[in-house]
C-alpha cells in the first residue's frame, strides 16, 4: 500500500506524519502499520482515530538513517505501508485504564479520540508517565477531556514526582466491573507496570501490552 505525505509535525524530540488517508482504507484504534523505507521496515503505531480523515504515525526522533529519512519527508512524497495490523486494541465493552510511558502515549491517543467522537460509554483513565512536562498531544487531550465525562487524565513528571509505583484498582465510573490495564511504552516502562499489577492481585488476563522495542 501507497501513502501520501500531507504533512508533518515537528516537535522537541518527536515528530508526526500525517498522511493522505486511501480510500476505503479502516483500521481499530491501537493498530500499526509497518512502514518500508529503502530495504529497511519498521513498525509504527497510528497516532490518528479511525473517526480522523487523515492517517499519522508519530514518533521520536532519532540518530538512524531510518529515522533521519523519515524525518526529512515532505508533502508529496510517498511510503510503502502494510496494511493496519496489532490485537492492541480498545474493547468497548471493559472500562479501561492507559498507562502510557512517553511515546506510548500514540495508540491511546487514537483510542481516546474514537471514543470521544463515538461518545462510547467506557470509562477511561488515562495515566500519563513522561520524563518532562513536555507531554506529547497534551493540549487535545485536555480538550477532549472537558467534552468527554467518563475521560480523566493524570499526568506524572518522573523526574519530579518519580516513577508511578501505585496504580488505581477501578477507573472513574467503573463501580463494579474490573478495568483492562493496557500498558504502552518502554520495555522497561511495561514491565515495571505489569509487575505493579500482578502485586496488587491482578488477573494477567486484565493486562495488554505494546512493547516499544525501538524506544
Known sequence: MNLKVLKRRVGRDCFSLIFKKPAGFS????QYLDIKLGGDTRAFTISS?????????TTKKG???????LELLKAGDTVDSSHPAGTFILDELSPA?????GI???????????????????????IYSNSDNNFLFKEELNAWQKNYPKLEIIYINTVQHGRLKTLPTSPSGARYQLPIYY??????????????????????????????DGY
Not at 540518530?63 to 529519512?69: A, N, V
Open 27 to 30: 483500521f481499530y484504534p491501537g
Open 49 to 57: 482515530s479511525p473517526t480522523e480523515d487523515f492517517l499519522m504515525i
Open 63 to 69: 540518530i538512524s538513517p531510518f529515522k533521519k529519512y
Open 97 to 101: 485504564v492507559f498507562l502510557a510511558g
Open 104 to 126: 506510548g502515549i500514540t495508540p491511546f491517543r487514537s483510542m481516546i479520540k474514537y471514543a470521544v467522537t463515538n461518545k462510547i460509554k467506557t470509562p477511561i483513565t488515562l
Open 183 to 212: 500498558l504502552a511504552g518502554s520495555p522497561s516502562f511495561v514491565d515495571d507496570m505489569e509487575k505493579i499489577l500482578l502485586e496488587i492481585g491482578l488477573d494477567e488476563i486484565n493486562i495488554r501490552y505494546d512493547r516499544f
